[in-house]
């Protein structure tokens, strides 16, 4: 047997959508049996990756058109990476080895698992505004280009001694449904420098002109300001990352000396998240951007004043976050940070499952192009399948068409797992 493939560097983030390829499994072949086809991963050097092997030019078989991910005999250890572009509403096709008999397939389910690098999302327009007087105040206007947007609010408050919070938001327009609490609240310093910090996002369902949103407060304070800011592209069914303890928040430590507002200790599941950062302080600071996991981060906008500094900042990652820092670029005292990370938005795929002859000829059809969704943390797909029958000398096939709106980049030697794979697997 030739060694396994070694586990290389990962990619650089691509504008395409990325799908890692790893393995092949079919598991319940017979209904009261489980089988399960599983060889070494290999490649050859042309450039396409599959387990077991496999070959693009001169597939085995011959009912379908590159790429055609097959069953491939060669022994070489394949180089140590490649990929091959797969453009908007093109298909892909994975074959499993051949089969020695025939097999029967009950009906049952086809589950998928495909690792993608989804378009990260980006700023769909920004507002501001500042606390006059009563217990609410407004940020104007705020405008949008797209839709289905994720809207995050920065607000920052302050009362001497006193935590100010937040009760309800609401917008002129009606365009955005907002969250019932803040995604997060927490208070830095006490007494006289005591100031509150909150995170409030909601979703919008068309695009946005010139609105005005509405903070209500929990009290009068002496002071408030809030940011907004649009991200379309975003996943607006689970719009957060969900790596266990986002968002996450640092304070100063309140003395009389500046220090520069840092937040160690972030990570991300995602790859292709939009991560941000949202900054208050009591001092009187324009602050500036800093950087995010070591990249220079873009300035949504700040304020300044007294009791109510406020300023957002955000990259667009290119690979997952492992415990890093958010930072901003001035040094100030009575700050407060938090860190979050938007995931981008859903992309639906479509998948065919059959069986065919040693030709390639399809004999059963199990699936018939049924839509199927991908999300930037690779969510296991099922699709519900009918009952088949394998040939004798026959094979399973699969294709996978790329979303209508965006390009598919699939690699070989790169992915999330030790043991590169699709998970193609049938559950009966």
């Not at 049952?108 to 700023?123: E, I, T």
Request: proline residues 5%; hydrophobic residues 40%; charged residues 10%.
């Amino acid at each position: 047997m030739p060694g396994q493939l070694q586990r290389p560097k990962r990619k650089p983030n691509k504008t395409a959508l990325q799908v890692h390829i790893f393995a092949i499994v079919l598991l319940g072949i017979a209904s009261a049996t489980t089988v399960t086809i599983s060889n070494s991963s290999y490649a050859d050097f042309s450039g396409f990756f599959l387990k077991p092997y496999y070959e693009n030019l001169n597939a085995p078989v011959t009912g379908c058109s590159a790429p055609c991910l097959t069953v491939d005999t060669q022994a070489a250890q394949p180089g140590t990476s490649g990929s091959f572009s797969l453009p908007s509403s093109s298909s892909m096709y994975l074959w499993t080895p051949q089969f020695a008999s025939s097999a029967s397939i009950p009906s049952g389910a086809l589950s998928l698992q495909l690792f993608a690098d989804l378009p990260a999302p980006s700023l769909d327009g920004s507002g501001s505004g500042t606390w006059v007087s009563g217990t609410s105040f407004t940020i104007t206007p705020f405008s949008t280009t797209s839709t289905n947007d994720v809207v995050i609010l920065s607000i920052e408050t302050y009362l001497s001694g006193s935590s100010v919070t937040v009760s309800s938001v609401s917008d002129t327009l009606g365009g955005i449904t907002w969250q019932a609490a803040a995604r997060k609240s927490f208070v830095s310093c006490t007494g006289t420098q005591e100031s509150t910090h909150l995170e409030w996002y909601g979703i919008t369902s068309n695009t946005l002109t010139l609105d005005t949103i509405t903070i209500n407060l929990s009290t009068t304070p002496t002071s408030a300001s809030g940011i907004s800011f649009g991200v379309k592209g975003a996943d607006t069914t689970t719009p957060f990352d969900p790596m266990a303890g986002l968002p996450v928040t640092a304070v100063s430590s309140c003395s009389n000396g500046n220090s520069t507002p840092t937040l160690p200790g972030v990570s991300t599941a995602a790859d292709t998240d939009l991560v941000f950062a949202l900054f208050g302080a009591y001092q009187l600071t324009t602050e500036i951007a800093g950087t995010v996991g070591g990249a220079t981060a873009t300035l949504v906008m700040a304020v300044a004043g007294t009791g109510d500094s406020n300023a957002a900042e955000y990259i667009a990652a290119a690979t997952a976050q492992s415990s890093v820092s958010c930072t901003f670029g001035g040094g100030t005292k009575y700050w407060n940070i938090l860190c979050d990370a938007i995931m981008p938005a859903r992309q639906s795929i479509t998948v065919s499952y059959a069986t065919t002859n040693s030709a390639g000829t399809v004999q059963s059809t199990l699936i018939a192009g049924s839509s199927a969704t991908l999300t930037a943390v690779y969510a296991l797909i099922s699709v519900s399948s009918s009952a088949g029958t394998i040939p004798t000398s026959g094979y399973v096939r699969v294709v996978i068409t790329a979303p209508s709106g965006a390009g598919l980049t699939v690699f070989w030697g790169t992915g999330k797992l030790t043991q590169f794979q699709i998970a193609f697997t049938y559950r009966s």
